[in-house]
């Protein structure tokens, strides 16, 4: 009675790379709010920007900010 099951799961890995790098970062309008009043008080502090929003980095909310109120003169 011997089992002779063998599972080969040695090859299981997923690749998930996100593709769009470049795409504009959606944010709700709570997110957009909080990111706007946030930078109202400590200004370009990004990181602390993103403390406040989970799930959310220094970076996203960056981009976010610089693609929606850039100064371009």
């Known amino acids: ?6 599972s080969s799961s040695d090859d ?23 990111i706007t009043r946030m930078y ?7 990181t602390l920007i993103a403390g406040r929003i ?3 980095t ?3 909310i960056e981009k976010y900010w610089t693609s929606r109120y ?3 003169q």
């Open 1 to 6: 009675m011997a089992d002779s099951d063998r």
């Open 12 to 34: 299981l890995s997923v690749d998930s790379r996100d593709t769009s790098q470049d795409s504009k970062p959606e944010f709700s309008e709570d997110e957009e709010t909080l």
């Open 40 to 46: 109202n008080l400590v200004g370009e502090r990004w």
């Open 54 to 56: 989970p799930g959310r």
């Open 58 to 60: 220094a970076e996203e």
């Open 70 to 72: 850039s100064t371009s």
